[in-house]
């Protein structure tokens, strides 16, 4: 599989300008080591190389987790990010730079899939401090959609975990009023769906919270995105730009899942 990410990236001045950004007590150092998470990790997980102490760099089987190959674009705006500070190649990823009110720069995203909607079999809108560590993730996507159609869509379910006390994952989304679900919500839905992945049977629902930072499509349900008629505006009303970005635009097109909590 071939697969485009697709990562806004924006943070304001410092409340102090004299201090550098490198300063930890400033506080987008913590928008730095996000990013940097986030790239990391997903060259550590889908990456094509790996170094071994007597060889150099050798490919890797895909078979390992399904990814050919993949591009990264950052979507930012000059001066308003840390990528000059990441001690990352920059030919890891490519930066492309956004005119408009920042909180907009999500909606670029669609416009770059748009673009090169002929080059991948995934597009992968994600937030800048989303990691994903399952190797298994794209398979997961191409096989929930053979399962059940290019109109269901598969959401992530976003977690945390502390690092002291516990060490439990924390689902961060809370269910959202009906009022907030009604774009989500139309006549002949599917509530629960269910298919086997590896020997199991694995349960899908309607989520109380369908908001996960994230999306990706697949070269098919890009397809049907682009030929909907929403697909050429930028609605904000869904609780805010990004958010509708990220999570609303796709709701007059896709019925959208996410797993059982006991089957996550």
């Given amino acids: 599989m071939r697969v485009l990410f697709v990562i806004p990236h924006y943070i304001g001045p410092p409340s102090d300008p004299r201090v550098p950004i490198t300063q930890s007590n400033v506080w987008p150092v913590g928008r730095l080591l996000a990013i ?16 071994h102490c007597r060889s150099t760099a050798v490919p890797e089987e895909t078979e390992a987790h399904g990814v050919e190959h993949f591009h990264v674009v950052v979507l930012t705006q000059h001066e308003h990010h840390a990528l000059d500070h990441l001690p990352l190649n920059p030919t890891l990823y490519e930066t492309r730079f956004v005119d408009g ?5 999500a909606f670029e995203a669609k416009r770059v899939f748009q673009e090169r909607s002929e080059g991948y079999d995934f597009f992968v809108y994600l ?7 399952d190797r298994e993730f ?4 191409a096989w929930f959609q053979n399962e059940f159609g290019p109109a269901a869509l598969l959401q992530p379910v976003r977690v945390e975990m502390s690092g002291r006390g516990l060490p439990v994952k924390a689902v961060i ?13 139309r006549e002949g839905q599917v509530t629960q769906l269910a298919a086997t992945w590896n020997g199991l049977t694995r349960r899908f629902a309607l989520p109380g919270n369908p908001h ?53």
């Avoid at 940097?36 to 170094?51: D, E, I, P």
């Avoid at 009110?101 to 720069?105: G, T, V």
């Avoid at 794209?138 to 996507?141: A, G, T, V």
Wanted: hydrophobic share 40%; charged share 20%.
């Fill in 36 to 51: 940097h998470s986030t790239l990391s990790t997903l060259h550590r997980n889908f990456g094509q190389y790996r170094h």
């Fill in 173 to 185: 989304d809370c269910d959202l009023p009906p009022v907030s679900l009604a774009p989500f919500r």
């Fill in 138 to 141: 794209f398979r997961k996507l």
């Fill in 127 to 133: 937030e800048d401090d989303i990691q994903i560590h």
């Fill in 212 to 264: 996960a930072a994230f999306h990706a499509v697949s070269a098919e349900q890009l397809r049907l995105w682009m030929d909907h008629r929403t697909f050429a505006t930028d609605d904000t009303q869904w609780i805010g730009p990004m958010e509708s970005a990220a999570t609303a635009a796709l709701a007059p097109v896709f019925d959208i899942y996410n797993t059982n909590p006991r089957s996550a």
């Fill in 101 to 105: 009110p920042p909180l907009h720069i």
